[in-house]
């Protein structure tokens, strides 16, 4: 016998429901009620769909992204085939293709600032727990041509609306600012010469890091780091915000403030690249764990110049579905399940069976509407109108098919309705709208 071949470890089937043992985040259903929320939100602000390819042009992400990240460094899926050039990724992050696509098609011309949003698959080869995978999926947003401070604050809104209207309650919004350029450059400086004299004590990325990008030691995961960081009482990026940053995110706090945004004000939120500027933010869930962010955003506006485009303006933020899910069953809130058929059609006997399925086929023009392959005793066809979840079951025997006639039951309360087929069309229509 053949050995069975199994999926790649950190990534999920999404499953139809009724799956056995299904877990919350792999639910099919699931993910497509997520996004049609998002797609709801989104687009009523004005956002407009795009979709651009799962694998880009390395270089790509290592601008888009940044030579100095994990992401870059350990965890970029490279594509290849047979033969062929070597020089693809699986894009880990919906961003940079999104720039590249504005920057490449002349989206420029369109009336700014230009609103954006998708959602897809996302790759990246991290360590795999509960609420992390290789490929995981996200909604993403994203914004082209205003800095204004009014955008961003529209932004964080709206990724809190789009949770709100999924039912999720328990998520905090903290917010930090990173500055302009010349900004980020004395923090930089500053935390060189705080952390030099420690090199000894820090983590062997962190060393790395402090000749890079000081600031990434403060987003580490090493306890070693952690506890240094803790020891040393870094003051925060938000003490180093030139004047124009610091009025840029008084701005943005007084339109949330306003609006009734809840945010608590993080100054260990740093995004240390170098095109990152200003407002940056994380949404968190207890559910999903303390380290682990529902989600993120931020500015960036050195973008599309790092990308050999000119200046543009721009700020996007993404979450992650399966994250979001995760958090929805920590709190409990249940997900609408794909609904079944309007009405299930069956024939008692096998010279009816293809009445049954053309007259399903007919009224799919109106509803979702199913039919058994194979003559079935009523019983059984309403026992299976049942298990489909069905709102409608009809058996067609000699006689309704002579008269050509359907018996429309109600599963749920048992009454009986008698159609001519030549209504049908219009009966449901009817009950669909019920
Ligand atoms: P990031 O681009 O790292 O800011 O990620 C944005 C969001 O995507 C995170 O807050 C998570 O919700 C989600 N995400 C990132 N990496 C993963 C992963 N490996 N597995 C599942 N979700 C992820």
Redesign the pocket.
């Known amino acids: 016998m053949a050995t069975k071949i199994n999926s790649i470890k950190g990534t999920n089937d999404l499953l139809p429901d009724g799956t056995p043992a299904l877990k919350a985040h792999t639910v099919a259903s699931a993910h497509t009620h997520v996004t049609n929320i998002a797609r709801r939100v989104l687009e009523r602000a004005g956002a407009q769909f795009i979709a651009t390819p799962i694998f880009e042009e390395a270089e790509l992400v290592k601008r888009g992204v940044g030579g100095s990240t994990d992401i870059v460094r350990k965890e970029m899926y490279t594509v290849t085939y047979f033969g062929g050039h070597g020089g693809y990724i699986l894009r880990?992050?919906g961003t940079a293709g999104i720039v590249r696509a504005y920057l490449q098609n002349g989206l420029k011309q369109l009336p700014a600032p230009l609103k954006l949003w998708t959602h897809g698959p996302?790759f990246?080869a991290?360590n795999v727990q509960a609420?992390?995978?290789?490929q995981?999926h996200?909604v993403d947003y994203e914004v082209l041509g205003s800095a204004d401070a009014l955008v961003d604050a529209e932004a964080i809104a709206l990724m809190v609306d789009v949770v709100r209207a999924l039912g999720l309650t328990g998520v905090r919004v903290k917010l930090g600012s990173i500055g302009d350029p010349a900004d980020r450059d004395s923090y930089n400086e500053y935390l060189r010469g705080l952390f030099s004299p420690q090199l000894e004590r820090l983590s062997d990325d962190s060393k790395d890091r402090l000749t890079r990008n000081p600031m990434r030691i403060l987003d580490s995961k090493s306890a070693e780091d952690q506890a240094l960081l803790r020891e040393l009482n870094v003051r925060p990026m938000l003490d180093f915000l030139g004047a124009e940053a610091s009025a840029h995110f008084a701005e943005v706090q007084a339109y949330l403030a306003a609006w009734g945004v809840e945010y608590d004000l993080d100054p260990s939120i740093v995004r240390g690249l170098d095109y990152y500027r200003r407002t940056a933010w994380?949404?968190h869930h207890e559910g999903v764990g303390a380290k682990?962010?529902?989600?993120?955003g931020g500015r960036y506006d050195g973008l599309s110049a790092q990308l050999g485009g000119p200046e543009v303006p721009g700020i996007g933020w993404?979450?992650?579905i399966?994250?979001?899910l995760l958090a929805l069953e920590a709190e409990g809130v249940g997900l609408p399940q794909t609904p079944g058929p309007l009405l299930y059609l069956a024939a008692m006997d096998t010279e009816n069976v293809g009445l049954a399925a053309q007259t399903a086929l007919g009224a799919r023009a109106v509803a979702r509407v199913e039919f058994a392959y194979k003559a079935q005793k009523p019983g059984n066809a309403f026992k299976d109108a049942e298990r489909r979840r069905a709102r409608y079951a009809a058996v067609i025997g000699t006689d309704e098919a002579e008269r050509r006639v359907l018996n429309l039951k109600n599963l749920v309360s048992g009454e009986q309705r008698e159609v001519s087929l030549d209504d049908l069309n219009a009966v449901l229509t009817e009950l669909e709208s019920n």
């Open positions: 880990p992050e996302m990246r991290e609420g992390r995978y290789r995981f996200q994380e949404l682990s962010a529902l989600g993120g993404a979450f992650g399966e994250r979001l």
